[in-house]
Each structure stands twice: as C-alpha cells, then as structure tokens.
C-alpha cells in the first residue's frame, strides 16, 4: 500500500502520521511504535464476514480447503513429474502462511 492509498480517520489524523513517519523515516521513532501510530491514526478496515466455523481466518479456510489438483497437473509432464504430492503441495502453503505470522509477529525473516 502506497502512502496516498492510506485512509485516516480525519486530517489531523493524517497529520499526525505524516509527522510520524517522517521520524520513522530518519529513526527517530521504532517500528513498534509506527505500528501504534498506524492503528491511532488509520481508518480501519471494512468489516468483514466471520470466517467458518472451525477456522480462525479467511485465510486459514482458503489455505485448508485449497484445490492442489492445478498445480499437481503443472507438475505433470515436467521434468519434475512426481516430485511433489498433493499433500505435500499443501503442507508447503500451510508452512508459508505459519512464516507470514511469524513474520507479521516480529518473528524471525527466513
């Protein structure tokens, strides 16, 4: 998201921001701290419909219930036929997914 796609709750909201990311900008203030003036001064998100039941995200059913049979025919007459299986295909969308939380967390990058 580019600086003028940001919505703020008014323009002094957006004036407070400004500010802070220019601090932000030369280290003044830390990424933790951005984050907080993010949430103060950005509009939130449109809501949006709960997840299914049994899923704690949209993203986390999406992930669960994604059809590998595509990619599993990529696969097909390649030199890398039978390389990877379904299952495995979709352990490696799981894997990434846990290595954006890790990441979204202030976990380690890979």
Known sequence: MGPSDKKFKSSAFE???ESAA???EVGAIDDSTMREYDGSCLASCPSTPPAPQGY???LDYAV???DT????LEY???ANEG???RE???QAVRDELAQLRCLAAGGAKR
């Open 15 to 17: 004036s407070i921001h």
């Open 22 to 24: 220019a601090l932000h």
């Open 56 to 58: 704690p995200s949209w």
């Open 64 to 66: 669960a219930t994604m």
């Open 69 to 72: 049979r595509s990619a599993a």
């Open 76 to 78: 097909l007459f390649t």
């Open 83 to 85: 390389a990877w299986t």
């Open 88 to 90: 495995q295909m979709a």
